[in-house]
Structures are given as structure tokens and as C-alpha cells.
């Protein structure tokens, strides 16, 4: 019996470990084929090795160097101007009289209105004496030129020593106590698009604002026709109203541009295209102005399209598979003198062969005054050559690009006299009661003080003749005020409104030494 209780018992416990046993080996072949399922639905490429994320912390640290290191020669630049609009009179009854009927009827403006305007801007020192790169835009007109440093509450009085307005750069001084913290210029023709870039400056009045993008496009060409010379580093790096002067910088913390504009849908926003003036380009212009006090280019006095790829068809018609076509030529220029026309090809200066519009003006611009040079051109498909003394760009093209003699100036000729002058078109002569032979240039301000102003010139007068001269137009008038030297005798011959009429009159004066 004991017996027999003991091999039940045995038995018992064999099962019961049998089972125990295909338990534990069910268990272990259900975890392998569960982690072996994980692993394929986690890795179905099989080998491919798992990716890595880079730490953040170098890149961020990185940024951080590079705005400490130019933040300091980062200044903040704000202007104050006279602006000057022509104001509309407020209806009045009827039978309600007033001393300027005349004018409501027919110029349907009131008198002038003056008020201050203020703007701010950017700029980058580059020279430890005080000298700072900016947009001429920033200070353009400015009657008055704040200057603070980063971290500063002063301000300083800023001077501009000279400007391009065709590359909108302007060159402020100011003067410290102290040598001033410069940036680096760096060489903006080895920057690269996918490089990164920070801007700084002062949007909206933010001092020390950064931010952060890449070179999106080099070369970018000018939105302006009268900008031949600009060509824009593009950024995605935000930039915005009151960046305008600052710096573009690469991550070695050297200045590789001047932000100067941007595309925006909306006023005043960030659309993350932003547009710099390379420094290569500021440099020349700020080497210039700071060596001779203004930057001279040569001109003949042409205007044509802009490259060859947008007139192939119109050269194919005259002959020609690559050069500049004249479409204007401009009177007493020395194109004029040499005698080209519209319709001429130029296909060659000198030795330098013109295949588009930057090949002329870069040839032609650094060429020196006075010296002439050979143009090789095609007329009615055959080809001619000619010569051309060149001459200063800001006299060929005074009227266009608005400067004094040289550029040397940043006021209108009409400003120097204390007068703001305004054209009168045949059309508006007729308007107006004045007879077509008596176009002339409207008077619409004379500044209190100026020799204007102690002539008797008034706003509304009508200027006909200035030394006895006719003048029609202000380019007119800006060639007979580059002949005044101090203490020349100026007369005017105009017309003055006169009841329902004008009446002629002189007016004159010596300029004062």
C-alpha cells in the first residue's frame, strides 16, 4: 500500500514538473519571437544604422560668439528732417472771398505746411576713430543725425561725410572721447548661398537686435533702373524697418554686408527676404568718399537694356547676338558728341568686349575723366568705330541721379538758393492761363533767411530766365547755378500771380562770398 501511495505520489510530481517545464519554454520562445516581431515592425530596413541628433548647444554657442563679438560696433542712428507738403485749403461757401482764389482754382493747393519727420536706422563702425558705414537712405535729408553705441544712453551728433546715392551707402562721422569699438570687413565675394548669417541692427527701434539665416542668392540685381551699380547678397535672415545701415555677418564675425532692403506683403513686415550690399562693394564706395569726399564714375550718356537675355530677339533685328543697344542717347553727352544714336549696337570698349549692360557700365564707370576710349559698334548691321572723352556720370545724368556738381553735395541746385523749384509742363501751362512759350519752374517753398528769401522770391512765383536766360526745366537751372561762384550777381525774370492774371517782374541779387 505505502508502496503504491509512493509511485502515485512520484508520478504526480513528474507531471506537474513536466508541465512546469513546457511552461518556462513556452514563456522563453514567446519573448524571442515577441522581441524578434519588435525588432522587425522596429526595423524593417534591417542593417540600417539609427540616425544621431547633433547637440544644438555648439551652433547656439557659436551664434552667441559672433553677436558678442560685432554687437559693440553696432550703432543706432536717428534723424530728424524739415518735411515740407503742399496743403489743400478747406472749402469755403459761396461768395466767401480769399486772398489765394487764384490758386484754389487752378493749382488746387493751399500753402505750404512744414512738420518734423524722424526716422531711424542702423550703422556699423568700421573705424575705431569714429567713422560708420550706413544707408544713405537712413540720412537722406536729415537736418539732424543722432548717434547712440550699444549699451549707451548718450547720444552723439552725427556728420555725414559723403554718400552714393546710386549704391544708397553713406559714410557718418561722429566724435568720441575715446577710440570706438570696429567691426571687421570681411570679403563678401567668398560667401557662399546655404552660409550662415546674422543680422544685427535695430528694427522698429529695438537696439541690439539679432537674427539668424542663410545666404539665400548672391547677385541679386536692384529693383531700381536707376541702381545700375547695386547687386544684393539675399538673406532669409529677418530683417526689418530700422535694420537698414546695420551689418550682415558671417560666423568668423567679419561684415560681409549692409542691409538695405527687403520683400514684404505687408508694410513694414519680415517676409524673410531680405537684401544686403556686399561689403566688397561698401568698402569701395566708403574708400572713396572718405579719401576724396564723394566717388566719381565715368558716363557716355546712354541708356540701353539691362542685359543681353532680354533683347535677343530685338539684337537679332539689328544684326547683333550679344552687345548693349542704345535706346537714348542723351543730348551734349559724349555719345552725343561722338555720334551715336538710338539704335546702335556697342559690341566693344577699348579691348573689353560688351556683351551686356554691366560690361559697359563697369568699363565706362572706372574709366577716369577725360580719357577717351574706342567704341566698336554695329549701325544698320555694319560695324563702326568711334571715340568718347568720358565724362563725370553725376553731371551727364544731374537731373536722374538729383546731385550737385560731382555729387558733392546732398542738396537739389534749386536748394542751395533757399527754393524748392517744381517743372511746368506745357499742359499744365495751358491748365493754368500761362502761355505755352512761358513754361517755367514754379517756386512751391523759399526757406526764411536764404538769398532767396532776401530777393523777394516768393512760393508761387514762376521762374522764366535766370541771368537772362530761358530755363524750363531744373536740369536747366542746375547747369546756370554750376557757373555761379560766390559773390556773382543772379537776376530772375518771372511771373507773379496778379489778380485773375501774372505780372512780370525782376528780381536779383549778389551771392554772398
Do not use: C
Amino acid at each position: 500500500m505505502e508502496k503504491q501511495v509512493r509511485r502515485q505520489w512520484r508520478g504526480k510530481w513528474e507531471t506537474q514538473l513536466a508541465v512546469l517545464v513546457t511552461l518556462a519554454v513556452g514563456i522563453l520562445l514567446g519573448t524571442l519571437i515577441s522581441n524578434g516581431v519588435r525588432a522587425a515592425r522596429d526595423n524593417p530596413a534591417g542593417g540600417a544604422q539609427p540616425l544621431s541628433i547633433p547637440s544644438p548647444v555648439q551652433l547656439s554657442s557659436l551664434f552667441a560668439e559672433v553677436a558678442k563679438k560685432v554687437e559693440p560696433a553696432v550703432v543706432n542712428i536717428s534723424t530728424e528732417s524739415v518735411v515740407t507738403t503742399q496743403g489743400r485749403r478747406p472749402r469755403r461757401s459761396p461768395g466767401q472771398q480769399d486772398p489765394f482764389d487764384f490758386f484754389e482754382r487752378f493749382f488746387e493747393f493751399g500753402p505750404p505746411e512744414r512738420f518734423r519727420e524722424s526716422n531711424l536706422g542702423s550703422g556699423v563702425i568700421v573705424d575705431p576713430a569714429g567713422y560708420i558705414l550706413t544707408n544713405y537712405h537712413v540720412v537722406e535729408g536729415a537736418d539732424k543725425i543722432e548717434v547712440r553705441l550699444a549699451g549707451e544712453t548718450k547720444s552723439y551728433r552725427g556728420k555725414v561725410v559723403g554718400h552714393d546715392r546710386e549704391t544708397d551707402v553713406a559714410v557718418v562721422k561722429i566724435e568720441a572721447d575715446r577710440k570706438l569699438p570696429a567691426a571687421k570687413i570681411g570679403n563678401s565675394d567668398a560667401a557662399q548661398v546655404g552660409d550662415w548669417v546674422l543680422a544685427i541692427g535695430s528694427p522698429f527701434g529695438l537696439e541690439a537686435t539679432v537674427t539668424a539665416g542663410i545666404i539665400s542668392y548672391k547677385g541679386r540685381p536692384s529693383f531700381s533702373p536707376r541702381a545700375q551699380f547695386q547687386r544684393f547678397i539675399q538673406t532669409d535672415a529677418a530683417i526689418n524697418r530700422g535694420n537698414s545701415g546695420g551689418p550682415l555677418v558671417n560666423m568668423a564675425g567679419e561684415v560681409i554686408g549692409i542691409n538695405t532692403a527687403i520683400i514684404t506683403q505687408q508694410w513694414g513686415g519680415n517676409a524673410g527676404i531680405g537684401f544686403a550690399l556686399p561689403s566688397n562693394l561698401a568698402a569701395e564706395v566708403y574708400n572713396e568718399i572718405v579719401k576724396h569726399g564723394r566717388i566719381v564714375r565715368g558716363s557716355i550718356g546712354v541708356s540701353f537694356r539691362a542685359t543681353a537675355s532680354e533683347n535677343e530677339a530685338i539684337l537679332r533685328s539689328f544684326g547683333a547676338t550679344q552687345g548693349v543697344l542704345i535706346e537714348d542717347v542723351r543730348p551734349g553727352s559724349p555719345a552725343d558728341k561722338a555720334g551715336l544714336r538710338r539704335g546702335d549696337v556697342i559690341i566693344q570698349v577699348d579691348d573689353t568686349p560688351i556683351r551686356a549692360g554691366d560690361d559697359l557700365v563697369n568699363k565706362v564707370a572706372t574709366t577716369p575723366i577725360g580719357q577717351k576710349v574706342r567704341i566698336r559698334f554695329l549701325r544698320d548691321k555694319k560695324e563702326q568705330e568711334t571715340t568718347a572723352a568720358v565724362e563725370d556720370r553725376s553731371e551727364v545724368f544731374a537731373d536722374l541721379l538729383g546731385e550737385s556738381p560731382g555729387g558733392r553735395g546732398s542738396e537739389p541746385e534749386s536748394s542751395v538758393l533757399g527754393m524748392d523749384l517744381e517743372e511746368l509742363s506745357a499742359a499744365q501751362a495751358q491748365r493754368y492761363g500761362i502761355d505755352r512759350d512761358e513754361v517755367g519752374l514754379l517756386v512751391t517753398e523759399v526757406e526764411p533767411g536764404s538769398f532767396a528769401d532776401e530777393i523777394g522770391l516768393q512760393p508761387r512765383d514762376l521762374i522764366l530766365e535766370v541771368n537772362h536766360q530761358r530755363v524750363r526745366t531744373r536740369a536747366e537751372f542746375a547747369a546756370i547755378r554750376r557757373r555761379l561762384a560766390p559773390g556773382s550777381d543772379v537776376v530772375f525774370w518771372l511771373k507773379r500771380p496778379a489778380g485773375e492774371g501774372w505780372s512780370g517782374l525782376y528780381l536779383g541779387g549778389t551771392l554772398p562770398q
